[in-house]
């Protein structure tokens, strides 16, 4: 397996853009989480979802995000309008309930950098 | 509410010394605990977990970690560090699934550790 999959590996844009973070999971994983890394903040869980119905989103900071995973495949994270405090690596994870309980799978991460 | 908290945000060793990252958690009910660790611009990867089996568990590259209730400590060693141990380590909990909570699968992970391995 290609492991998780995300894309752009690497994002610069102006503030007030909006960026769109993309993210393929593991075939046949049914948990798929979006997390920010920062140094401040350190890895923050923004949002899950469990067969592709979003669980729990408490962790997104604010309205301009947004995420979406419209089927088992495909995620995405979106922020309208960035700024520069959104700067941050974004990771996508993906686990199997009926697998080893919460070994989560990351992936290589998309590092956004808002100008 | 779960918590953790990673003792020494750097810690630094010569190579062939032994490791230790310090993990304390919280939790109202028995916990999953892992170690993730995490190279240079990439994502994490699962080192070890404990899930109530075996309370000595071991990982992947020479790490294990100990489950001790009492103390709510898994803290995290290696008996001789090699030059490629260096990266950033994370301890995690969640709730274990016959918590009865909807919070399957979600992890709290620590601030993180920066392991330093001098030749």
């Known amino acids: 397996d290609a492991g998780v999959i995300q894309s752009p590996r690497h994002e610069v844009t102006e503030m007030g853009q909006e960026v769109t973070l993309r993210c393929k999971p593991i075939?046949?994983?049914?948990?798929l989480f979006w997390y920010r890394q920062t140094m401040m903040r350190g890895l923050e869980l923004l949002i899950y979802?469990?067969?592709?119905?979003?669980?729990?989103d408490s962790g997104m900071p604010e309205d301009r995000f947004s995420a979406k995973m419209p089927n088992a495949s495909f995620s995405t994270l979106k922020i309208q309008p960035s700024e520069p405090r959104d700067s941050a690596v974004y990771f996508c994870?993906?686990?199997?309930?009926?697998?080893?309980?919460?070994?989560?799978?990351f992936g290589p991460g998309t590092r956004l950098t808002v100008t | 509410a779960q918590s953790v908290t990673q003792l020494g945000s750097h810690v630094s060793v010569s190579e062939g010394a032994l490791v230790l990252l310090r993990c304390n958690y919280s939790?109202?009910?028995?916990?999953?605990l892992f170690w993730y660790v995490q190279y240079p611009n990439q994502g994490l990867q699962l080192l070890l977990k404990?899930?109530?089996?075996?309370?000595l568990v071991k990982g992947i590259n020479g790490f294990e970690a100990e489950f001790k209730k009492s103390e709510t400590s898994f803290h995290l060693t290696k008996p001789s560090a090699h030059m490629s141990d260096a990266a950033e380590y994370f301890c995690?909990?969640?709730?274990?699934?016959?918590?009865?909570?909807?919070?399957?699968?979600?992890?709290?992970f620590g601030q993180g550790t920066i392991l330093t391995v001098h030749p």
């Open positions: 994870a993906s686990s199997l309930r009926t697998g080893v309980p919460y070994e989560q799978y």
């Open positions: 075939s046949g994983h049914d948990y």
């Open positions: 979802f469990n067969n592709n119905v979003p669980i729990d």
């Open positions: 939790s109202s009910v028995p916990p999953y």
């Open positions: 404990y899930t109530s089996a075996a309370t």
């Open positions: 995690a909990v969640s709730d274990s699934e016959n918590a009865g909570g909807t919070s399957y699968g979600k992890l709290t």
